[in-house]
């Protein structure tokens, strides 16, 4: 096998991993300490796509335009979290779903009203385009590493928020045990509408860190949100560390299955039946890992400490 | 409660619009999600086409009345039964997409009604699924990629690698490249439609590839997206990229406007082009400039061209449209001033016409458009036509 592509392709992998990690690190927090089912988690992708977008249309730098997303989308999930998701909490997971779906059509429509329908493309600097040589014959695009960088310091950053400080402690606190980390005198609601605030940073990062590949489109964070629901369940709820590793093994397991998996056909089946067969099953490949992985360990890979199943 | 009064009122104004026109149509099309491009530009030329026709075919006054199919083949079968069932329509028309138009003919053609595709030509509607009161104004999926295949022959490409959405159009498409081209396909990736928008993957087995061409076909707004990634990639300086239906009026602002010159000069193959040399086509062309101040698409031209065919039938049977034997004779004949030139409609009910090159140009003023090259495909029928037994 040629090992210039497959390198290529684990970069590729990786680089979609960062994406999904982004996603799931929200999500798995919101999920995992505040019981939430926020199917409403892609919108954020959307419009931090979309505000950034714009930011950095105003402005006329794309850095400058992400540097003001952050504090934007962290007043904007605070806003969604006590005017809309603070009643939820109480009740019950089908409600929180239908819920949250609601938010998904309002923001669509929202942003639909606000933007257009045909969306807004970002160009890149012109210092972030082209390729980069990685040596060893390999060539990637450089703007692909800025993301798989960008990606790895906001994981650092989150594990030492998480791990090293004491918001961070009251964070797994809450994630193993809400109610007795309540007792002990933690003020649960500021604590969730923190998280809530990250989440959505993170999410908006992540849908403007992307757009300038795949432009900006009302609807755009449904399908990553799919997948990152996939990533914390087989990181196990309410777990970071987790949520980084199943989403770098979803984002490398999807990609070497549409990069090889139909090779890996040929050898078995004809070169029509392959074909066919190949599409079809790379879709599926990560949905086949996650209920493997369920079923030798129910709650993930990692879930946090003390943390019991998921009610 | 207020929902309902709206609800009420909506269906209310509905009636009595439908109430004063002789003839409705019915046209289905994309006008949300960001597909929306592209169905806004195709009911800017129907509009167009009532204003030049002063809203009458005939004596008979006529009215369109839009479904849309939210790009999404469920969605677009509800927006025509709404259309069949509710409305009560006498023809239905448009259809971008192949997948929405499988899921929508029955519906039409169960119901005793005329369907003509102003847009999406998917196979088994020209084969074994083909019907009497199915029409198609615009081409076969197969056919233009056919002439990109034999284009690609004529520039002496003798390695190909092909990207496509995995539906039934982008197999269609690579099926037609496949067809007439005669040298290797070395590789080949059908990818998930339409939520995929990030080819990192196919481009890296692209480079590894190393093919004298790449042929792509991804229509709507993921079209940019994949050259924008394609000139990221640092490829598009290297592997010339042929396409079809991805270059148009649409995404060529949007290439124009990131800077993306190396699109410039790029070609494709079709059946028209905006500066197609006939009274029709001068016409339509300088008047959709001026009332909309771009230049339309494909999607526009056929759309067009759909109402003048619907107009001649009606006029065929002065009138009667419940004639139905005669709207398909007259159908069949397609006499009316197309904006491709002429053509003559084949046994499946699809057109014979001829293909060209085009190509990506900068026009007078600076904007960029496409423009029509020599014939590659000369009076050209679909291969599924054989396939077809019609029934009456």
């Known amino acids: 096998m040629d090992y210039v592509l497959l390198i290529e392709q684990l970069l590729n992998g990786f680089q979609l991993g960062i994406i999904l990690f982004l996603m799931a690190a929200g999500l798995t927090l919101v999920f995992g300490i505040m019981d939430l089912v926020n199917l409403a988690h892609g919108s954020l992708f959307m419009i931090g796509a979309f505000v950034g977008g714009t930011l950095a249309l105003a402005t006329g730098s794309f850095l400058l335009g992400a540097v003001l997303m952050v504090p934007a989308m962290f007043v904007i999930g605070i806003l969604i979290e006590t005017i809309a998701l603070r009643t939820l909490y109480r009740r019950s997971h089908l409600d929180q779903v239908l819920a949250t779906f609601g938010l998904i059509l309002f923001f669509n429509e929202a942003t639909r009203l606000?933007?257009?329908?045909?969306?807004?493309?970002?160009?890149?600097?012109?210092?972030?385009?082209?390729?980069?040589?990685?040596?060893?014959?390999?060539?990637?695009?450089?703007?692909?590493?800025?993301?798989?960088?960008?990606g790895l310091l906001v994981a650092l950053g989150l594990y030492l928020l998480v791990a090293k400080t004491r918001f961070g402690m009251l964070v797994r606190a809450g994630a193993?045990?809400?109610?007795?980390?309540?007792?002990?005198?933690v003020n649960i609601p500021v604590l969730f509408t923190l998280v809530f605030g990250i989440g959505a940073v993170l999410a908006g990062l992540a849908?403007?860190?992307?757009?300038?590949?795949?432009?900006?489109a009302i609807g755009m964070g449904e399908d990553v949100l799919i997948l990152a629901f996939v990533v914390i369940v087989i990181g196990g709820i309410g777990s970071v560390r987790g949520a980084?590793?199943?989403?770098?093994?979803?984002?490398?397991?999807?990609?070497?299955?549409?990069?090889f998996l139909d090779l890996l056909l040929l050898l078995v089946l004809p070169a029509n039946a392959a074909e066919a067969a190949g599409p079809a099953l790379s879709s599926m490949l990560i949905y086949i890992l996650m209920a493997g992985i369920l079923f030798f360990r129910p709650q993930g890979l990692f879930p946090p400490r003390g943390a019991t199943a998921v009610q | 409660m207020l929902k309902r009064i709206v609800g009420a009122t909506a269906i209310v104004a509905c009636i009595s619009t439908s109430a004063s026109a002789d003839i409705k149509i019915g046209f289905v099309t994309t006008l949300t999600t960001p597909a929306a491009v592209i169905g806004r530009d195709m009911r800017d030329a129907v509009e167009l086409a009532l204003e030049h026709i002063d809203y009458r075919m005939g004596q008979e006054a006529v009215e369109v009345i839009y479904g849309d199919d939210e790009f999404n083949a469920q969605k677009g079968k509800q927006a025509t039964e709404r259309l069949v069932l509710r409305d009560n329509v006498d023809l239905v028309t448009g259809y971008i997409w192949s997948n929405v138009l499988l899921a929508s003919a029955p519906v039409v053609l169960n119901a005793d009604k005329?369907?003509?595709?102003?847009?999406?030509?998917?196979?088994?509607?020209?084969?074994?699924?083909?019907?009497?009161?199915?029409?198609?104004?615009?081409?076969?999926?197969?056919?233009?990629?056919?002439?990109?295949?034999?284009?690609?022959?004529?520039?002496?490409?003798?390695?190909?690698?092909?990207?496509?959405?995995?539906?039934?159009?982008?197999?269609?498409?690579?099926?037609?490249?496949?067809?007439?081209?005669?040298?290797?396909?070395?590789?080949?990736?059908?990818?998930?439609w339409p939520s995929q928008r990030d080819w990192s993957a196919e481009l890296s087995k692209i480079k590894a590839a190393g093919p004298e061409a790449v042929f792509m076909f991804y229509p709507g707004p993921a079209g940019p997206a994949f050259v924008k990634q394609y000139q990221q990639a640092g490829l598009i300086e290297t592997i010339p990229l042929f396409s079809v239906y991805t270059f148009d009026s649409i995404s060529l602002p949007l290439f124009q406007d990131a800077g993306i010159d190396s699109v410039l000069g790029s070609k494709m193959t079709q059946f028209w082009a905006p500066d197609m040399d006939?009274?029709?086509?001068?016409?339509?062309?300088?008047?959709?400039?001026d009332k909309y101040g771009r230049y339309p698409s494909f999607y526009a031209a056929q759309s067009y061209d759909s109402i003048f065919f619907i107009k001649s039938a009606v006029e065929g049977v002065n009138g009667n449209i419940?004639?139905?034997?005669?709207?398909?004779?007259?159908?069949?004949?397609?006499?009316?001033?197309?904006?491709?030139?002429?053509?003559?409609?084949?046994?499946?009910?699809?057109?014979?016409?001829?293909?060209?090159?085009?190509r990506v140009v900068r026009d007078t003023e600076g904007n960029w458009t496409t423009s029509v090259g020599p014939v590659v495909l000369e009076n050209h029928q679909d291969p599924y036509a054989s396939e077809c037994e019609m029934e009456g």
């Open chain 1, 176 to 185: 193993s045990n809400r109610t007795m980390a309540g007792a002990l005198g």
């Open chain 1, 207 to 216: 849908g403007l860190i992307i757009t300038p590949i795949t432009q900006a």
């Open chain 2, 278 to 289: 006939n009274e029709q086509n001068r016409k339509f062309v300088a008047a959709f400039r």
């Open chain 2, 322 to 358: 419940q004639d139905l034997d005669g709207m398909r004779a007259a159908l069949r004949k397609a006499e009316f001033p197309s904006v491709r030139g002429t053509f003559r409609m084949g046994s499946n009910h699809f057109p014979i016409q001829n293909f060209y090159e085009r």
């Open chain 2, 114 to 192: 005329i369907l003509i595709s102003a847009n999406a030509g998917p196979s088994p509607m020209a084969g074994r699924r083909c019907h009497r009161n199915f029409f198609n104004i615009s081409w076969q999926n197969d056919q233009t990629p056919m002439a990109l295949g034999e284009l690609l022959n004529q520039e002496s490409i003798q390695t190909l690698y092909v990207v496509a959405p995995n539906y039934v159009a982008g197999q269609n498409m690579v099926a037609g490249v496949e067809r007439s081209f005669t040298g290797e396909v070395v590789g080949k990736d059908m990818t998930v």
């Open chain 1, 114 to 150: 606000i933007w257009g329908p045909e969306g807004l493309v970002i160009p890149l600097p012109d210092f972030l385009e082209g390729t980069v040589a990685l040596g060893a014959g390999i060539t990637y695009p450089l703007y692909r590493v800025v993301i798989i960088g960008i």
């Open chain 1, 244 to 259: 980084f590793i199943a989403a770098v093994l979803t984002g490398v397991i999807d990609t070497m299955g549409r990069s």
